[in-house]
């Protein structure tokens, strides 16, 4: 089992920034994927950036998102600059895994709030 934490979420002002983290921990023996989603109120959840390839990010977050990960901590980070209103939502971190009997699975974090307002 994988266990996901994430961490950094919260109440900014628009132009502001925010770092957010998530942490991987248990029976893992590679990590194939990871990326963070992101879920407003009333609307489907979407992508925002996964790591593959050194980044790839939705066109709403270009420029201003950037994701990156510490392979030895099983980490994956998202800077956040430059956020607007229409950023709020909740951020979920989701990691593609290689566990450590060879079982490939998906695992989500808990969901962390960010609200952009002034």
């Known amino acids: 089992q994988v266990q996901l934490v994430e961490s950094g979420g919260g109440l900014v002002q628009p132009g502001g920034s925010l770092r957010l983290s998530c942490a991987a921990s248990?029976?893992?023996?590679?990590?194939?994927?990871m990326g963070w989603y992101r879920q407003a109120p009333g609307k489907q959840r979407e992508l925002v950036a996964t790591i593959t390839s050194g980044g790839n990010y939705a066109d709403s977050v270009k420029g201003r998102f950037a994701i990156s990960r510490d392979n030895a901590k099983n980490t994956v980070f998202l800077q956040m600059n430059s956020l607007k209103p229409e950023d709020t939502a909740v951020y979920y971190c989701?990691?593609?895994?290689?566990?450590?009997?060879?079982?490939?699975?998906?695992?989500w974090g808990q969901g962390t709030q960010v609200t952009v307002s002034s």
């Open positions: 989701n990691f593609d895994v290689i566990g450590r009997w060879g079982v490939r699975a998906s695992y």
């Open positions: 248990g029976s893992i023996r590679s990590i194939n994927d």
